[in-house]
């Protein structure tokens, strides 16, 4: 089995967000439920990402850690956006700044790709995640994930990291201020 280094697809949907979780127990099996409460827009929304994953993986797998993960959602913009001639009014804003927050939306994405495209979503060390409209009909999301490598293209050891933080101070070091 090969290992990417680096994948980029687009998964075309409308990109919807992870919600709260809650968890009961099934009163005729006894058993614990958890169910999102995004649901069936999540459901298919995370079952949009996973499969454009599973394509652009092509069966290889899991990119190592560290990883870096890259998103642009493209998301639909209202009809209250446009004049009744179909023009843009001067007055819409150029980004979404209304629900669902990007935070949210990231959550379901990532978690789509869990045992796909990584093992963990933990194993994500940086992001850089922002949502635009969309100037036609195709909303959905452009992914990019990589692993990590350093200016020199050289994994690092420990032995680099110890050197790297040698005389720095660390957050545990500055004392706490006193309350004013």
Same mark, same amino acid.
């Given at each position: 089995?090969?290992?990417?280094? %680096?994948?980029?697809?687009?998964?075309?949907? $409308?990109?919807?967000? +992870?919600?709260?979780? +809650?968890?009961?127990?099934?009163?005729?099996?006894?058993?614990?439920?958890?169910?999102?409460?995004?649901?069936?827009?999540?459901?298919?929304? @995370?079952?949009?990402? !996973?499969?454009?994953?599973?394509?652009?993986?092509?069966?290889?797998?899991?990119?190592?850690?560290?990883?870096? $993960?890259?998103?642009?959602?493209?998301?639909? @913009?209202?009809? +209250?956006?446009?004049? +009744?001639?179909?023009? $843009?009014?001067?007055?819409?804003?150029?980004?979404?700044?209304?629900?669902?927050?990007?935070?949210?939306?990231? @959550?379901?994405?990532?978690?789509?790709?869990?045992?796909?495209?990584?093992?963990?979503?933990?194993?994500?060390?940086?992001?850089?995640?922002?949502?635009?409209?969309?100037?036609?009909?195709?909303?959905?999301?452009?992914?990019?994930?990589?692993?990590?490598?350093?200016?020199?293209?050289?994994?690092?050891?420990?032995?680099?990291?110890?050197? %790297?933080?040698?005389? @720095?101070?660390? $957050?545990?070091?500055?004392?706490?201020?006193?309350? !004013?």
């Amino acid at each position: 089995m090969t290992q990417l280094e %680096f994948v980029s697809f687009v998964a075309l949907g $409308l990109p919807s967000p +992870s919600g709260s979780k +809650s968890a009961f127990r099934h009163r005729h099996t006894g058993r614990i439920v958890v169910v999102d409460s995004g649901g069936k827009k999540t459901k298919t929304w @995370r079952t949009v990402v !996973a499969h454009a994953a599973r394509a652009a993986m092509g069966g290889s797998g899991f990119i190592e850690p560290p990883i870096a $993960l890259h998103i642009e959602f493209r998301m639909p @913009r209202p009809k +209250s956006h446009y004049a +009744s001639n179909g023009d $843009l009014r001067t007055n819409a804003p150029w980004v979404p700044i209304v629900r669902p927050d990007v935070t949210k939306l990231l @959550r379901s994405t990532e978690d789509a790709m869990t045992g796909i495209v990584w093992y963990d979503d933990a194993q994500i060390c940086e992001q850089n995640i922002h949502r635009t409209y969309s100037h036609d009909e195709h909303t959905g999301a452009r992914i990019t994930v990589f692993r990590v490598r350093w200016k020199n293209g050289e994994n690092k050891t420990e032995a680099d990291f110890q050197e %790297f933080y040698r005389g @720095r101070t660390s $957050l545990a070091d500055i004392p706490k201020a006193s309350p !004013a």
